[in-house]
């Protein structure tokens, strides 16, 4: 089975700032890497897909970036509403989701 | 507009059975695969399984095999999803899930399941 590593497990972070979140993979994916929002409460949010495709609707200061085994999520101004726990999960073989980086603000 | 609308959740014994459902509408059910996740409380994101538009074929991730079964009524526009022999660790909430060609596109608020005596 493919794991998942995601870090920070928790990130502090101030509004405005620029925020980096990280997957890292277990073995090669060949970028079928997604990235989901999770709010409190709410179902989880498909943000983008295939690595770096940026989901219909969402805004754009949310990216995803990688290669191989290594992931990265971006957020290049962090805005209140942004406040959630974020998932990877890859689709390269078998589904497997990562541990998840909860993003609060500073 | 897509919705899906999870249900059948609640206390359950362990070593019961128990059935969900998930009607979804707005959208043209029998054209998308179709996927089940579960959420135990303060934990991660789990995939548990997915079934094909016409239902001929189904997939679950490897802990999942054996206790859960997916299926669908095309006519009802209904996801189900079988769990039998639960165990205090299927407590989660249960979501259903639209894989559209993005990914999970859309979807359910969520089910929640307690597994209790």
């Known amino acids: 089975d493919i794991q998942m590593t995601q870090s920070p497990p928790v990130l502090s972070a101030s509004v405005g700032d620029r925020v980096t979140l990280s997957c890292k993979a277990s073995?090669?994916?060949?970028?079928?890497l997604d990235w989901y929002q999770q709010k409190h409460g709410e179902a989880p949010k498909l943000l983008i897909y295939y690595t770096n495709n940026l989901q219909t609707g969402i805004p754009s200061r949310f990216s995803g970036s990688g290669s191989g085994t290594d992931y990265i999520f971006t957020i290049s101004s962090l805005q209140p509403e942004d406040v959630a726990t974020y998932y990877c999960y890859q689709y390269n073989s078998g589904w497997t989701f990562g541990g998840g980086t909860k993003l609060e603000l500073k | 507009e897509v919705k899906l609308v999870e249900s059948g959740g609640g206390l359950v014994l362990p070593g019961a059975s128990l059935k969900l459902s998930c009607i979804v509408s707005?959208?043209?059910?029998?054209?998308?695969?179709m996927r089940w996740v579960r959420q135990a409380p303060g934990k991660g994101l789990e995939f548990i399984g997915e079934i094909k538009p016409d239902g001929s074929k189904t997939n679950y991730a490897p802990s999942m095999k054996g206790r859960f079964t997916i299926s669908r009524d095309n006519a009802k526009n209904t996801l189900y999803l079988q769990m039998s022999s639960v165990r205090s660790e299927d407590t989660a909430t249960y979501y259903c899930?639209?894989?559209?060609?993005?990914?999970?596109?859309?979807w359910g608020q969520g089910v929640m399941v307690t597994v209790s005596s």
């Open positions: 707005g959208f043209t059910f029998s054209d998308y695969w």
């Open positions: 073995q090669n994916i060949n970028e079928n």
């Open positions: 899930a639209r894989l559209g060609y993005s990914g999970f596109d859309y």
